[in-house]
């Protein structure tokens, strides 16, 4: 777990070094690219094979867009104008604008307070992060960028589930997949859109090829992993540490300030995000007609 969060959280790092070479769509195709090589080899490792058939291809193409191409393009040209620590932080909002897709889809039925009181405090986080009441807040097109990048990441998980789910992949087929076809569009677009002058020399090369291999690609595998060992749920703990890692490596290597308004806004976004994870209490009911001397309940 540990080292996922440093792999995801230092994801903003390396993009932001990026940037001083490649153009955001530029990285965004390597990124895509290097990750699609290591999860190809590893399904063909496993003895699988990426799908066959023409509808799992459309909608994996769509889950491309919005779950690859488009938030790692949105991060990289946000980080343009901000901080690698405060979009790691904007990163955080996904869940919360997961919950907010599936009430409106109809999709999400745990409905609790706590998940609406941490949805509102959520959203309270990002706001005061942004500070648009003050003139040297954040509601730049830059951070606008990043939080909708953290939303595109929700519209693909739920689409996922909807429509990709259960067509018999494994999450390593369909994220590879996911990956190839990102690159695919991708590469369509940058000789349009993103065809900028490259500024070569080690730095972003290293950064880029960290990001593709490892922030991508092997952060893929270990997260399998994490799910595989310690369950769905425990898995996402994950989520909590990006923030904290982005915020302190900017800090550290990038020397961005860090600012006590964020770190607060940082913390209410994760209080938040906690909230609209929670389950309902689960009601414990004594059977009465067993046996004497045998223990029994039934779940409800």
């Given at each position: 777990?540990?080292?996922?969060?440093?792999?995801?959280?230092?994801?903003?790092?390396?993009?932001?070094?990026?940037?001083?070479?490649?153009?955001?769509?530029?990285?965004?195709?390597?990124?895509?690219?290097?990750?699609?090589?290591?999860?190809?080899?590893l399904?063909?490792?496993?003895?699988?094979?990426?799908?066959?058939?023409?509808?799992?291809?459309?909608?994996?193409?769509f889950?491309?867009?919005f779950?690859?191409?488009?938030?790692?393009?949105?991060?990289?040209?946000?980080?343009?104008?901000?901080?690698?620590?405060v979009?790691?932080?904007?990163?955080?909002?996904?869940?919360?604008?997961?919950?907010?897709?599936?009430?409106?889809?109809?999709?999400?039925r745990?409905?609790?307070?706590?998940r609406?009181?941490?949805?509102?405090?959520?959203?309270a986080?990002?706001?005061?992060?942004?500070?648009?009441?003050?003139q040297?807040?954040?509601?730049?097109?830059?951070?606008?960028?990043?939080?909708?990048?953290?939303?595109?990441?929700?519209?693909?998980y739920?689409?996922?589930?909807?429509?990709?789910?259960?067509?018999?992949?494994?999450?390593m087929?369909?994220s590879?997949?996911?990956?190839?076809?990102?690159?695919?569009?991708?590469?369509?677009?940058?000789?349009?859109?993103?065809?900028?002058?490259?500024?070569?020399?080690?730095?972003?090369?290293?950064?880029?090829?960290?990001?593709?291999?490892?922030?991508?690609?092997?952060?893929?595998?270990?997260?399998?992993?994490?799910?595989?060992?310690?369950?769905?749920?425990?898995?996402?703990?994950v989520?909590?540490?990006?923030?904290?890692?982005?915020?302190?490596?900017?800090?550290?290597?990038?020397g961005?300030?860090?600012?006590?308004?964020?770190?607060?806004?940082?913390?209410?976004?994760?209080?938040?995000?906690?909230?609209?994870?929670?389950?309902?209490?689960?009601?414990?009911?004594?059977?009465?007609?067993?046996?004497?001397?045998?223990?029994?309940?039934?779940?409800?």
């Open positions: 777990m540990g080292v996922l969060a440093l792999l995801w959280g230092s994801s903003f790092l390396w993009i932001k070094i990026a940037l001083t070479g490649l153009s955001p769509l530029q990285i965004t195709l390597t990124r895509t690219a290097l990750g699609a090589v290591v999860l190809v080899a399904v063909r490792w496993n003895k699988q094979r990426l799908p066959r058939d023409r509808t799992s291809w459309l909608h994996l193409c889950a491309a867009v779950g690859s191409a488009v938030p790692f393009a949105l991060f990289a040209l946000g980080e343009q104008t901000v901080d690698s620590g979009a790691g932080v904007l990163n955080a909002t996904t869940p919360l604008w997961a919950l907010g897709i599936g009430l409106l889809l109809g999709s999400e745990r409905r609790n307070p706590a609406f009181a941490g949805l509102v405090l959520g959203f986080g990002v706001l005061l992060i942004f500070a648009p009441w003050q040297a807040g954040l509601a730049s097109w830059g951070a606008l960028a990043c939080l909708a990048a953290a939303a595109s990441y929700a519209v693909a739920a689409y996922i589930g909807r429509k990709v789910s259960g067509r018999g992949l494994t999450p087929q369909i590879a997949a996911q990956l190839v076809a990102a690159a695919g569009m991708t590469a369509v677009v940058v000789p349009v859109a993103g065809a900028q002058p490259v500024h070569l020399s080690w730095q972003p090369l290293v950064a880029v090829g960290i990001l593709g291999v490892f922030g991508t690609g092997v952060a893929f595998v270990l997260n399998y992993r994490l799910i595989e060992d310690e369950g769905a749920t425990n898995a996402t703990t989520g909590y540490l990006l923030p904290v890692v982005s915020v302190l490596l900017g800090a550290v290597f990038l961005e300030a860090i600012n006590l308004r964020i770190v607060a806004g940082m913390v209410v976004v994760l209080v938040g995000v906690a909230l609209t994870r929670r389950q309902p209490a689960t009601a414990v009911v004594p059977v009465l007609d067993e046996p004497v001397g045998v223990k029994a309940t039934t779940l409800k």
